[in-house]
């Protein structure tokens, strides 16, 4: 069998790697405070009850939580653009292709910090009961 692993051809790849680092952390960070921005506006809607966005959103987040990121990937990749073509007669196809990285990881951190939100409502929503019973 070859030798499939080559610690020379790791070292000299190194730079190239330090090369994307500034992408990686862009990805992460804006990801990050867009999914948060949206998991919050989200988690307002569900906690007021409104009847078919709270519908819509659980779709939303079922969808996000259950299938592989890179299935999402593709389909912000390939089905995003075509739905707003469709909707709204634009061509996506010049739009840098990092825009639906950024749609698909923002959308994914929605998913899971909505979740945590919502359980930390209600925890604290549990608590502040507790108290008021104990208080009488």
Do not use: H
Not at 23 to 46: D, H, K, P, Q, S
Not at 125 to 131: E, G, I, V, Y
Request: aromatic share 20%; net charge positive.
């Amino acid at each position: 069998m070859t030798n499939f692993f080559s610690w020379q051809r790791f070292f000299s790849n190194i730079p190239k790697l330090f090369s994307t680092l500034p992408i990686t952390f862009e990805v992460v960070f804006l990801t990050y405070i867009i999914g948060c921005f949206f998991a919050i506006l989200l988690a307002y809607i569900r906690i007021k009850n409104v009847p078919i966005a709270k519908q819509v959103i659980a779709v939303f987040v079922s969808f996000e939580r259950d299938t592989p990121l890179l299935v999402q990937m593709l389909v912000s990749y390939y089905g995003i653009p075509l739905i707003i073509e469709a909707l709204f007669d634009v061509d996506t196809r010049e739009w840098p292709r990092i825009t639906f990285v950024f749609i698909a990881f923002s959308a994914n951190v929605a998913a899971f910090y909505l979740k945590y939100l919502e359980a930390q409502f209600f925890l604290f929503q549990r608590d502040k009961l507790k108290l008021l019973i104990l208080a009488e």
